[in-house]
C-alpha cells in the first residue's frame, strides 16, 4: 500500500459515521445532495500529533454498514492510503478512498514499534 501513494501509520482514537449535505449553488431550487462520510480521528504513531481522516463513501453505501464492516475500535493501528492531506484551521485532516484503510495485526505493529526506538 505504501507503495500506491502517501501513507499514514496512526492509531485510532475514534470513528463515527454520519450524513453530510450539499447544496447545488448553480441551481437553487435542487434538493440537496446527499452522501455518507466516515470520519475517524487518529494520532500519528511517529510524533503523537492528530489528525482527522474522511472518508468520502458512494451514494449507494450506507455509512453505518460501512462503519459495522470496518470494525475499527479505539487503540487499533491502522495504515492509510492518503488521497489529500491538508492542514485546515491548526487540524491536519486526511482523506482516502473507501478501500484506503488497512487495520495491522499486532506483529506488524511491534515491528513498526521496534524499529523506530
Avoid: W
Avoid at 474522511?54 to 449507494?60: I, K, M, T
Amino acid at each position: 500500500m505504501l507503495l500506491a501513494g502517501p501513507g499514514l501509520v496512526a492509531e485510532v482514537r475514534g470513528a463515527k459515521s454520519e450524513i453530510a449535505k450539499r447544496f447545488d449553488k448553480s441551481d437553487k431550487n435542487a434538493a440537496p445532495i446527499e452522501f455518507g462520510i466516515y470520519k475517524v480521528n487518529l494520532e500519528l504513531l511517529g510524533d503523537g500529533s492528530p489528525v482527522m481522516l474522511s472518508v468520502f463513501l458512494d451514494s449507494s453505501a450506507k455509512p453505518d454498514e460501512f462503519a459495522q464492516s470496518m470494525k475499527l475500535k479505539r487503540g487499533d493501528v491502522i495504515l492509510v492510503q492518503v488521497s489529500r492531506l491538508e492542514v485546515k484551521n491548526g487540524v491536519r485532516r486526511a482523506v482516502c478512498a473507501r478501500d484506503g484503510m488497512t487495520v495491522l495485526d499486532k506483529a506488524e505493529v511491534e515491528e513498526l514499534r521496534g524499529q523506530r526506538s
